[in-house]
């Protein structure tokens, strides 16, 4: 699976756009590139995956460049309850076998 | 559906103790795993299932035992607990994927925390 980095902590403010990026610079042609999120005491939850270009849906949208080297996730207008952590995982289904692989991921703390 | 179920959510050990923690999904997921979290790290895969009755070992499973007789169960066995095994454990489910494209998305249960004296 492609090692991803992504940074360990970001602020932001009520009602700001969010965007955390990942470098994933060895990843592969079949691989996808997928983000969850997991707040404090609780199993992490999938909030977007894509191959390239852009990805939106309810929660966030996925910018990919064309080299696909790195990715970023946008939230937009965040409130305090987007406070969590974000993992960015690089993996194919049937390479990987449908295992994760989660790196440190980002701590983002929204606050008022 | 209740989805990801898992029992007990705190434990606590002493050394040498066995128990079993316990997951079921009622998704008819296929494919099943456990993962430890330790304080401020991301999840390590111990162990996984893409079927009853097949397992496999993940990145961390020295320690640990699983078994899936059936679609919906898979519990973790901790043989002889030791305090290094003081972690959250997640169970997630998923299906599983017969073509091209991504990872499918897990569904994580709860956790369950433990600590071992």
């Known amino acids: 699976l492609a090692k991803t980095t992504q940074p360990i902590s970001m602020d932001s403010y009520e009602g700001q756009e969010v965007n955390i990026t990942c470098s994933h610079n060895n990843i592969a042609t079949n691989d996808y590139i997928t983000w969850y999120q997991q707040f404090p005491s609780q199993g992490p939850r999938f909030i977007i995956q894509?191959?390239?270009t852009k990805v939106t849906n309810e929660v966030a949208s996925l910018f990919i460049p064309a080299d696909r080297k790195s990715s970023t996730l946008s939230l937009p207008r965040v409130s305090l309850s987007d406070t969590a952590v974000y993992y960015c995982?690089?993996?194919?289904?049937?390479?990987?076998?449908?295992?994760?692989?989660f790196g440190g991921g980002t701590r983002v703390l929204v606050k008022p | 559906n209740a989805g990801v179920t898992q029992t007990p959510k705190f434990q606590v050990l002493k050394t040498g103790q066995s128990m079993t923690l316990q997951c079921a999904q009622d998704?008819?997921?296929?494919?099943m795993s456990w993962y430890r979290q330790d304080p401020g790290m991301g999840l390590r895969l111990i162990h996984y299932?893409?079927?009853?009755?097949?397992?496999d070992q993940g990145e961390v499973p020295n320690g640990y035992n699983v078994s899936r007789s059936t679609t919906e169960d898979f519990p973790l066995r901790l043989l002889s607990a030791a305090p290094s095994q003081t972690s959250v454990y997640f169970c997630?489910?998923?299906?599983?994927?017969?073509?091209?494209?991504?990872?499918?998305?897990?569904?994580f249960g709860p956790g369950t925390r433990l600590t071992v004296l």
């Open positions: 894509g191959y390239k």
């Open positions: 299932s893409v079927g009853a009755g097949i397992t």
């Open positions: 998704m008819n997921h296929e494919y």
């Open positions: 995982l690089v993996g194919a289904a049937k390479a990987a076998g449908n295992k994760l692989t």
């Open positions: 997630a489910s998923s299906p599983t994927y017969r073509g091209s494209g991504g990872a499918n998305e897990q569904f």
